[in-house]
Structures are given as structure tokens and as C-alpha cells.
């Protein structure tokens, strides 16, 4: 199983990015997938989930900014990422719950915010 990640890069303060995830090499059923992140010196956090119905959970510090969503068809997540701040600098990972194989982690890719 792959999940290979993109989408990350620099940009200022108020800029968008746009994050994509793809699982491949697997025809098991993907449950949750989702986005978490890991700041220099910090603990990896979750940013956002979203269910195969398309339930969808944030973090409080990215509600209003940030929206994820995916497509079944595709086996891709995407997460959206406006009104960058500063704080949101990290290195983004894509998960994926996949039955019978349990959680699976992408490469993770760099988003860096300068003020």
C-alpha cells in the first residue's frame, strides 16, 4: 500500500495551498482518511478527517480555513488550505484506515507560511 502525497510548498501569509493524497496498491475498503501534521518540536496533530460518507471533523484551529474532502472513485483526499497563517507551518501526513491493514501513513509534505 502507497500513499503518496502532494501539493505541498511556500507561501505567504493569507496564501491557499492545496494537498492531495493517493492510495494505491490496495483493493481493500478505505475507511477514514484524513491530514494530521508535525511542527518543528511538537507532536504530530490531527487537522482533519472525513469519513467514506463524507462526515468531516477539524481541528478547532483550522475551522473556517481549511476543507477536506475526497474522492471514492479515485481513492484521494484532498485538503484545502486558505487564509494561511505562520502557524500552520509543518509537515502535512496523509492517513488512510484501510480494512483488515489498519492505519496507513503517507510520505508527508512540507507547507511553509512566511509572515
Known amino acids: 500500500v502507497q500513499l503518496q502525497a502532494s501539493g505541498g510548498g511556500l507561501v505567504q501569509a493569507g496564501g491557499s495551498l492545496r494537498l492531495s493524497c493517493t492510495v494505491s496498491?490496495?483493493?481493500?475498503?478505505?475507511?477514514?482518511m484524513g491530514w494530521y501534521r508535525q511542527a518543528p518540536g511538537k507532536q504530530r496533530e490531527l487537522v482533519a478527517t472525513?469519513?467514506?460518507?463524507?462526515?468531516?471533523n477539524y481541528a478547532d484551529s483550522v475551522k473556517g480555513r481549511f476543507t477536506i474532502s475526497r474522492d471514492n472513485a479515485k481513492n484521494t483526499v484532498y485538503l484545502q488550505m486558505n487564509s494561511l497563517k505562520p502557524e500552520d507551518t509543518a509537515v502535512y501526513y496523509c492517513?488512510?484506515?484501510?480494512?483488515?491493514?489498519?492505519?496507513?501513513w503517507g510520505q508527508g509534505t512540507q507547507v511553509t507560511v512566511s509572515s
Open positions: 492517513n488512510a484506515q484501510i480494512r483488515f491493514l489498519g492505519p496507513q
Open positions: 496498491g490496495t483493493t481493500w475498503r478505505i475507511n477514514d
Open positions: 472525513v469519513t467514506s460518507g463524507g462526515s468531516t
